[in-house]
Every structure is written in structure tokens, then in C-alpha cells.
């Protein structure tokens, strides 16, 4: 995603997005929410909870540096600014040879960069270095085909990335094909990585691609005009689609043309708009009466407000599909403040499709949140609010304690696939700072949103320490996981073998800190994945599981939405999902597995039992 919350008009026709915290008192003015402290499953030690990855038979690997492959492309804009050797940083680097088989743009500008201005797009390819946000799939047709999908970074200094996919054929245990997902880039960058599987088996990743260049101190121009753009033959920015056909084997095998053009949902060439928070899902359930759906959703930033859109499709069986139907705005309850955004819609078993919707509320400076529900029971062709599923939320001070990530979607929503009282569960989490820490919050629906259960916390570390960034899933016998970034283990101490493989050696400069660096043994710095599971009801199954075998240091190799390095970014979701009773997450590492000498940020997909 490029901005935080809600967008500010920078240019005519394009809009820079917000980096900027609520005010840092916000979370002292609200009261603390219900759900924090009720930890149905008990407080666990660190200690107990830093063994329980063993305990409970968890798998990881690096999926995006374990096969050694080396990915390239072209950039539209080349970037040369390098922030090294702190954290890692060595700028942009000419591509050494690609091993993946994709098509690298060594031989001239892709389709999409014809017609691009004088300057444009960069003389040759560049190595991928890093994989920033994730996002994780599971085939219908063959529970052991997953394919994976984040930001494929050539320059973290100039936040320059296409999006990329990394995919597997044997339940997650390698991971042998992966590159840049082709067909879009004659724009800057390709963002927000998300995908969906049809009941065929084909693949749809939804893409935000979109034009900036830089300006002589590093930061974006967002300037649109012929003269003005780098690319002036394709639109500022576009919602499109890419589908990796059921059958796909090698890394070029995509489609992302219709009727002569790339896919695009709805494109964005006029002052005052601005697409970004793209969704999709495909209903892939035979027995639905709109099996093979694909909904897509998307926030437009009219003239800084942000309107929730939808648009579907019908999936084919070899890897097209109908034409997107005309965006449709989607309701918001007349009680919250104008704007929503953070679509994230998902299908029923009866076909029935749901979205929560996240409002910010203007007038309070954007320092409360509500989670609101929009459905539609007929295919998408009409949609209503069906209830608030929690307000008053406190979302973060923009950058997390001790560090400059910044923090990403507050909130992550799933539906059940086993009725629960004659209707499909709805399950919220949502991240809360009202206690000045960061605290996963779960609630639930089971009369379709008109209602939600009180709110319940999630993790259960004894000490206060930030834990953000939750993803929900159910598995298909209605279990419930929600996987969540964890602070709670302090990093490494120096000297150590763990310490030397989590680069905190690199770790030498930053403002946020006011320990010292390198961060040996810091608290509330380091970073871990963990994961809870709850039975439909919401009873919990055990305890938090750590997923990740290594905590990681966030600071490494960290992309930058600014020209000063600050904030930076680790991705505002990551990827949590269920094939049988396996639950798959991927996550961002930079740690040193044997396979990431540079600690660069890589995708780490575990595998743990559902219980």
C-alpha cells in the first residue's frame, strides 16, 4: 500500500499519501478497548512461548532466497540513491544474470514502456533484492500447489518494487518457480500484493500499478502530464488483473492483456483521484449459485475522500474471463464520518459475500477507527450495510516504538465456512494502541454482522510489547487462526550465533532509538510471527505459537516511502491461509538462514497443524 490512512491532495491530478502520525496524545484520549486484557487462553511466559514453534512441529523456509534464484527487470524509473552500508543498504544494482526465466527486459522496454518519455524507462535491468508484504494462496484443485506474492524491490532507498510471485508444488517444502509478475511494468511501481485461486485452479493476482518519478532530493513526483510523466502512453494508475493459468510451469506464463490492452478494472488519469487498497476473492465453491465470481474491490481517493468500490467478473476455464462490470461505489452507515477504506472481501459457502470496510474519523484527526460490514447475497449486483463490527478503535502512532517501520492495515477480516447457528461466522481482528502498546483484538458475528460478540484479545505475552499486523483465516473444518507480528522477545545478544545470522551488526543508525546500536538484547525491537487458533466459537486452542525459529531486525534493508529513509516499511498485511488441517503463513524476514547473507528482506512461509 503506499499511504498509512487517508490520502492528501500534493499535485493536480495525483495524490501523495500520507505519512504523517495521529497525534502521539491520541491514545491516552481514548479509553483503553474493552477487549484488552481478556485473554480467554491465559498469559504465557516468554520462554514458553519461544519454544512452542518446536513444540508444536512448525516448518519455515525462506521461500524467496531458498532456491538461489535471481530475479530482474527493467524499471520504468531507475533510482540510484544508496543508504549503505547502515542496515544493509547498497543501492540499485545491475541485474548478474536472471536464473528464473523470466523475461528480464534485456533486450529492450517491455510493451507497456513504449512511448515512455526521453530519460525512460532505465538503460537495463536491475537485480531484485528484496520482498517487502506478502500474500499466500492455495490451490482448490490440488491442496499441494500455494503460490505466494509480494513487492519485488530493486531500490528499498527509492521504494521502486513490481509485485512478484514465488509459487510451490509440493505443500511448501520448495518453492522452485518465482519472478516479477509481467505485463505492467511501464508503471514505477506495481503494489499491493493479493491473489485469488478460481475453482479452476487459474490464478488472479489484482495490481495497483502507478507512475511517479523522482525528484532531485529523492522524494516522489506525483506531477501527471504528458510532458510531466515518465510514461505518458499508459494511465497514472490503474486497478488491473494478472492470471497465471492452471498448468503454469514456468515463470512467463501470465496473462495480463484483454481486448488488446492490459486488464484493467478501472483506470485513474484525472486530477483529483487516486486508487490504492485493492482486494479481490473468487467464489470457488461448485455448489454456490455464483461459482467462479471474482469480485474485486478498491478505494478511490476522490478529491482526498476515499470511496469503496467494487467491480466482478466470471472466471473461464482457460484463464479469461467476462468483461468487469461497471464500478459500483459500495454503501457506508450514515452514522460514520465521510470515507472508508481496507476492503477485504471474502465468500460464503451459499455465495453470499462480505466485506469489512474501515471508516477514520476526520474530525478527531483520524485518531478513532469503526469497522463497518458491507454485503450482498445476489452476485454483487446490490450491496448493503449489514452492522458496525467494532468502533472507537486506537490505531498506531504511525511508527512503532524504537523503529521507523511504519505500521500497516489495522484491522483483517474471514468468514467461516461451517454455519454456526444457521448462519456463516463473521470474524474481525483488528490491531488497538489505546494502551500504548500495539494489541490484537478478535470478535465475531453469527447473524451475518448485525451483531458481534465483546471483543477478546488475542495475544497473550505477559509484557507490553507491540504486536500488530493480524491476518485471519479459517481452516475447512471452521477453525479459526489469526497470525499476527509478535515484539514480545528481546533481539539477540551480542556475540552470539543468532545475533551474528540476524545482521544486527548492520543495525548501526537509527532516530527512533535512543539505546544503543548495534540493538544487542533490545526490547520491543526484534521481530517474531506467531499464531493463535480458536474453534468457531471463539474458544481458544492452546496458546500463541511462535511460527518464525528466528526473530529478525526490522531496520535491515527496509523499503522507504521518503527521500530521509523514515519511515520504512515491512507491508501493511501478510499472507495467512489453510489447505486441510495445515495452516500456511508468509511473513517478512531478514534473518541469515544460510541462504540470505545480505540479510535482505525475504518471505518466510511457515507451516504448523491445525489443532
Not at 142 to 149: A, D, F, V, W
Not at 429 to 443: I, K, P, Q, R
Not at 546 to 563: I, Y
Request: net charge negative.
Amino acid at each position: 500500500m503506499r499511504s498509512r490512512r487517508f490520502a492528501l491532495l500534493a499535485v493536480p491530478a495525483l495524490l501523495a499519501f500520507a505519512l504523517t502520525a495521529p497525534p502521539s496524545a491520541s491514545a491516552a484520549a481514548n479509553p483503553p478497548d474493552p477487549g484488552i486484557g481478556i485473554v480467554p487462553q491465559g498469559l504465557q511466559s516468554d520462554s514458553a512461548f519461544s519454544s512452542s514453534g518446536s513444540a508444536h512441529h512448525v516448518t519455515d523456509i525462506l521461500a524467496t532466497s531458498a532456491a538461489g534464484a535471481v530475479s530482474c527487470y527493467r524499471p520504468e524509473v531507475p533510482y540510484a540513491a544508496n543508504y549503505g552500508p547502515n542496515d544493509g543498504y547498497s543501492g540499485e544494482s545491475a541485474c548478474p544474470g536472471a536464473t528464473t526465466g523470466e523475461d528480464t527486459g534485456a533486450a529492450g522496454p517491455y510493451a507497456t514502456q513504449l512511448g515512455s518519455n526521453p530519460g525512460f524507462p532505465a538503460v537495463s535491468s536491475m537485480l531484485v533484492k528484496d520482498h517487502s508484504e506478502s500474500d499466500i494462496r492455495v490451490d482448490p484443485t490440488n491442496p499441494k500447489h500455494l503460490i505466494g506474492s509480494s513487492k519485488w524491490v530493486a531500490s528499498p532507498e527509492g521504494y521502486n518494487h513490481l509485485l512478484g510471485f514465488y509459487e510451490s508444488f509440493d505443500g511448501g517444502k520448495s518453492w522452485p518457480v518465482s519472478g516479477h509478475i509481467p505485463g505492467y511494468e511501464g508503471w514505477t511501481d506495481n503494489t499491493d500484493p493479493v491473489g485469488a485461486f478460481d475453482g479452476y485452479g487459474n490464478y488472479y493476482e489484482l495490481i495497483l500499478p502507478y507512475q511517479f518519478t523522482y525528484k532531485a532530493d529523492g522524494s516522489h513526483d506525483y506531477s501527471i502530464g504528458t510532458s510531466q510523466e515518465a510514461n505518458p502512453a499508459v494511465p497514472a494508475e490503474v486497478i488491473s488483473v494478472a492470471v497465471r493459468p492452471h498448468g503454469s510451469t514456468t515463470a512467463a506464463q501470465w496473462i495480463s492483456t484483454r481486448s488488446g490492452h492490459p486488464d484493467y478494472v478501472a483506470t485513474y488519469d484525472s486530477i483529483g483521484n487516486g486508487p490504492d487498497k485493492q482486494w479481490i476473492t473468487i467464489d470457488d465453491n461448485p455448489a454456490s449459485p455464483h461459482y467462479n465470481r471474482i469480485y474485486a474491490m478498491w478505494v478511490d481517493f476522490h478529491n482526498i475522500t476515499p470511496v469503496p468500490y467494487v467491480s466482478y467478473a466470471d472466471a473461464r476455464p482457460d484463464g479469461t474471463h467476462t468483461g468487469w462490470s461497471a464500478p459500483e461505489a459500495l454503501p457506508e452507515p450514515p452514522s460514520t464520518p465521510t470515507g472508508a477504506t481496507y476492503l477485504l472481501p471474502h465468500v460464503t459457502p451459499d455465495g453470499s459475500v462480505y466485506t469489512t470496510v474501515t471508516n477514520f474519523d476526520p474530525a478527531h484527526r483520524y485518531a478513532n477507527a469503526t469497522v463497518f460490514v458491507d454485503g450482498s447475497t445476489n452476485g454483487g449486483a446490490s450491496w448493503s450495510t449489514t452492522g458496525i463490527a467494532v468502533n472507537g478503535i486506537t490505531p498506531p502512532p504511525g511508527t512503532y516504538a524504537n523503529t521507523t517501520f511504519r505500521d500497516g492495515i489495522e484491522n483483517t477480516f474471514t468468514t467461516g465456512p461451517v454455519a454456526v447457528n444457521g448462519h456463516y461466522p463473521l470474524y474481525v481482528a483488528y490491531e488497538d494502541y489505546s494502551t500504548g502498546f500495539g494489541n490484537v483484538l478478535l470478535t465475531a458475528s453469527y447473524d451475518g454482522g448485525a451483531s458481534w460478540s465483546s471483543p477478546i484479545q488475542v495475544n497473550d505475552n505477559a509484557t507490553p510489547v507491540d504486536e500488530f499486523q493480524p491476518n485471519l483465516t479459517a481452516a475447512p473444518s471452521g477453525t479459526v487462526s489469526v497470525a499476527f507480528y509478535d515484539r514480545r522477545l528481546s533481539c539477540a545478544t551480542a556475540g552470539t550465533a543468532e545475533a551474528a545470522a540476524a545482521g544486527l551488526a548492520l543495525d548501526r543508525s537509527n532516530p527512533a532509538y535512543g539505546g544503543v546500536l548495534p540493538p544487542y538484547g533490545a526490547a520491543n525491537y526484534c521481530v517474531d510471527t506467531a499464531i493463535q487458533f480458536y474453534n468457531p466459537s471463539l474458544t481458544p486452542i492452546g496458546g500463541n505459537i511462535r511460527l518464525s525459529a528466528h526473530a529478525f531486525d526490522p531496520q535491515l534493508n527496509s523499503p522507504s516511502e521518503s527521500a530521509t529513509g523514515n519511515p520504512t516499511f515491512l507491508g501493511d498485511y501478510f499472507g495467512n491461509t489453510a489447505a486441510g488441517q495445515v495452516d500456511y503463513t508468509t511473513s517478512v524476514t531478514t534473518y541469515d538462514d544460510g541462504s540470505n547473507p545480505a540479510n535482505r528482506q525475504q518471505q518466510l512461509v511457515t507451516t504448523v497443524a491445525v489443532p
